[in-house]
């Protein structure tokens, strides 16, 4: 089956850092990636789709200097959260599309961000 | 984007089936009736999803209304393992993005 790995599963990191996250199609090529928060309790919320070659389209209050998204091939995106507060800490998600099944969505394991 | 409405959690006895309501009164004709799972800390997992026909798979099966405006996820055989949050989405046409709801926390009970 189709598989996503996300890197790193978890990541502790200090107030002002960047932090970056990769989200890799293993078995298959994806010409679209998503990338989702969520919150302790609450529901994923889509953050941005990332599209292969291309720039990312954010969703409504997500702050693009903020959350960097880059698609760079077909096997990999990464988010990098720049400058990272404490309020950034959250669970982390990605999922992808394959390019010939456009119905279904393949997640991640997702990355849990803690900053101090 | 058309939004779901689900029960925030159920209950089942183990090895009874389940049947997980979803409203979706504002979808259209085009959009994707999708469910999705999640354990603690993992990411979500396929189950299933259907357009206008009922569907079955491995995992479940979905009951789609003539109307289009609610379904339903059956487990036929609720097993401890299946304890999960699950997610109905609507894929809007046009866009393969999908806004996840609050979704139903399922309890199953040994």
């Known amino acids: 089956g189709a598989v996503v790995s996300q890197h790193p599963s978890r990541v502790i990191c200090k107030s002002g850092t960047s932090v970056k996250i990769e989200c890799r199609s293993l078995?298959?090529?994806?010409?679209?990636m998503f990338w989702y928060r969520q919150f302790p309790k609450q529901s994923l919320m889509l953050m941005a789709t990332?599209?292969?070659?291309?720039?990312?389209?954010?969703e409504q209050g997500v702050e693009k200097d903020k959350f960097l998204i880059n698609h760079a091939s077909l096997t990999l995106s990464t988010l990098t959260v720049t400058s990272a507060h404490p309020e950034d800490s959250s669970f982390y998600i990605c999922?992808?599309?394959?390019?010939?099944?456009?119905?279904?969505?393949?997640f991640g394991p997702g990355t849990r961000l803690l900053v101090l | 984007d058309a939004k779901t409405t689900q029960p925030n959690s159920m209950e089942s006895n183990e090895e009874e089936p389940v049947h997980l309501p979803c409203n979706h009164s504002?979808?259209?004709?085009?959009?994707?009736i999708h469910w999705y799972r999640q354990l603690p800390s993992q990411g979500p997992e396929y189950v299933i999803h259907?357009?206008?026909s009922n569907v079955n798979n491995r995992m479940a099966s979905l009951a789609i209304a003539e109307d289009r405006k609610s379904s339903t996820l059956i487990l036929h055989r609720a097993t401890l393992r299946d304890a999960a949050v699950y997610y109905c989405i609507l894929r809007t046409s046009g866009t393969y993005k999908y806004i996840f709801g609050t979704g139903t926390r399922l309890k199953v009970l040994a």
């Open positions: 990332s599209n292969e070659g291309s720039k990312a389209t954010y």
């Open positions: 504002t979808i259209s004709g085009t959009d994707y």
């Open positions: 999922s992808a599309r394959l390019a010939h099944n456009q119905e279904t969505q393949y």
């Open positions: 078995d298959f090529q994806a010409t679209t």
């Open positions: 259907g357009l206008t």
